[in-house]
């Protein structure tokens, strides 16, 4: 091809065409926003479950539980008509995300920093 592709005809986008688009990105936007924040409550919710289980000395990973929500969300997901390819996918990399934040904790709990704000411990002599 000798011209390059700009994203938009040469004639400028069909109003009515724009219009819809626009119209449709903003609902886009508006799920979006939606998803950030429901992100950002569960990663909350997380971070207490990665805080009790480093106090109880508990795993940071529970397959079993993960095996169930794993088949919960695939069958909302077919109901909901989403690839529950998909659904599964997007879960385990939350979850992935999730098990770190609770290694962090675990680490941190046993090694103290917790103590000192979040702040790296500093060694004692000789560590
Ligand atoms: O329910 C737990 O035990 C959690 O730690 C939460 C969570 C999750 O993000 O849903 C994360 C890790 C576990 O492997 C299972 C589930």
Do not use: W, Y
């Not at 989403?82 to 098990?99: G, M, Q, R, T, Y």
């Amino acid at each position: 091809m000798t011209t390059s592709n700009t994203g938009s005809p040469a004639g400028g986008i069909d109003p009515a065409v724009q219009e819809e688009l626009t119209r449709l990105r903003d609902s886009i936007d508006n799920i979006d926003a939606a998803v950030v924040h429901m992100l950002a409550e569960r990663f909350k919710c997380t971070q207490q479950v990665g805080r009790l289980k480093a106090e109880h000395r508990l795993p940071p990973a529970d397959p079993a539980r993960e095996a169930r929500q794993i088949a919960r969300l695939r069958a909302l997901a077919e109901d909901a008509k989403l690839d529950p390819a998909f659904a599964e996918k997007f879960l385990n990399f939350i979850v992935a995300e999730v098990i770190r934040h609770h290694e962090r904790i675990a680490d941190d709990t046993l090694n103290g920093s917790a103590r000192t704000g979040g702040r790296p411990r500093t060694p004692a002599p000789g560590e």
